[in-house]
Every structure is written in C-alpha cells, then in structure tokens.
C-alpha cells in the first residue's frame, strides 16, 4: 500500500532552524512535492524534488533520497507566520499526488 | 496571470439536503481539475479529477458526483448529504498536459452537515 509518514506535531522558537522529516511508500515515484497550509486556509506550494540531493530556495531547502524514501524541509531563520501544518506528497506511478496528514509546525517568540 | 476560485466558502448544510459547489479557473485553457476533500488531522483525500470536458474519474466510491460542463468550470455535488461528508473541500489546477507539475488550489468550501 501506499504510506506517508511526518511527525504530527513540531514546536520550534523563533530565530531557530527546524527539519520536517517525511519517510514515504508509494507504488512507483515520480518526485515529490511540499506544501505549506495555514489553518482555515488552502495549502500552497513549496518544493519539488524529483533527483536525489538538496534543493534551496531561499529560507526553505527540501532534500531527497529515492533510494530510503526519505525527504525533510528544512526552515531557516524561522518567523511566526511560518506557523502553519508542512504537507508531504510524493506522486505515485500514476502521476496522483499522495497526501501526508502534515506536520503541525508552532512558533514560540 | 491564472486563478482559481471556489465558492462558497463555508456551508452548513441539514443531512440529506442537496450539495453544489463550484470552482473556476481563469487565464489557462484545458486544466486538469481536481476536487479534495481534507478531513481534520488527515491528508487530502483525492475525490475526482478531470483532464477535459465531460471526463470525470473518480477515485473514492461515495455519495457524490463531479461534472464539468466547461473547459475552466469544475462542479462537486450531491444529492443527499451525510453526516460523513463534513470536511474543507479544496478545488484544484494543473496545467493541461503535463503530468508532472505544482498543483493550484482554491480558497477552500468548508461543508458542516448537522
């Protein structure tokens, strides 16, 4: 079967730096994607990795390894309105994105 | 620019009573469309999709249907609500063709079926 697998709840403090980890079983991999939500609101996108290695963007980087399938984002110089649930979805043979329930990421001043 | 909008935004609807809602997107010509359902402390849950006019699948067998009359128009509905059915309901695009490539979302429909 299919399964993603992200801590439910993280709390970090403001300033600080904090890794999301994801471990996931798909039929078939073609990448994978994250996506910020904050509560109430749409999710919106935030990395795509498809090769193994790091990809940075800015004050976010996402890594992958196909081989454990294992990915983290990682959040730098973290700020209250990165407050917000950090969604994982690797896309399956099909081309389908398989949702993660999220990890729940609180900043603390 | 392309957007995408949902409406309504929130609902609060008696069980068995009717369900439409609706979801345009705007400034892209044949999108794949998408319908979510998200139920609290779970992941989005994959309802249906549709690579063109007329062309609905289906993912999950339930009390609910999709249509899409038009190229940019994507419609989720129902005939009797359940209880069940309550969740944030989250519209979605890709970009036609491509079968790799980020996906857009609406604003969301939260649905309270009392």
């Known amino acids: 079967g299919q399964n993603i697998d992200q801590p439910t709840e993280m709390t970090a403090t403001e300033g600080a730096i904090v890794q999301i980890n994801c471990t996931y079983q798909?039929?078939?991999?073609?990448?994978l994607f994250w996506y910020q939500q904050h509560a109430g609101e749409a999710p919106t996108f935030l990395s795509y990795n498809v090769l193994d290695g790091l990809e940075e963007k800015g004050r976010f980087s996402s890594f992958l390894s196909r081989s454990k399938g294992y990915s983290y984002l990682l959040l730098k110089e973290l700020q209250m309105k990165d407050s917000a649930s950090y969604l994982c979805?690797?896309?399956?043979?099909?081309?389908?994105?398989?949702w993660g329930a999220g990890t729940k990421l609180i900043i603390k001043p | 620019s392309q957007t995408i909008h949902q409406w309504p935004a929130t609902l609060v609807q008696p069980v068995g009573s009717p369900l439409s809602l609706e979801c345009t997107v705007e400034g892209t010509s044949n999108p794949n469309l998408y319908w979510y359902r998200q139920a609290a402390g779970r992941g989005l849950q994959l309802l249906f999709y549709?690579?063109?006019?007329?062309?609905i699948s289906s993912e999950v067998p339930q009390n609910l249907s999709a249509s899409r009359p038009q190229d940019r128009q994507f419609i989720l509905s129902s005939k009797k609500l359940l209880l069940s059915d309550s969740g944030f309901y989250l519209c979605?695009?890709?970009?036609?063709?491509?079968?790799?490539?980020?996906?857009?979302f609406g604003e969301g429909s939260r649905l309270t079926v009392l």
């Open positions: 979605a695009w890709r970009e036609g063709g491509r079968e790799i490539g980020e996906l857009f």
């Open positions: 798909t039929s078939g991999f073609n990448g």
């Open positions: 549709s690579v063109g006019i007329g062309q």
């Open positions: 979805a690797p896309l399956d043979s099909n081309y389908q994105l398989i």
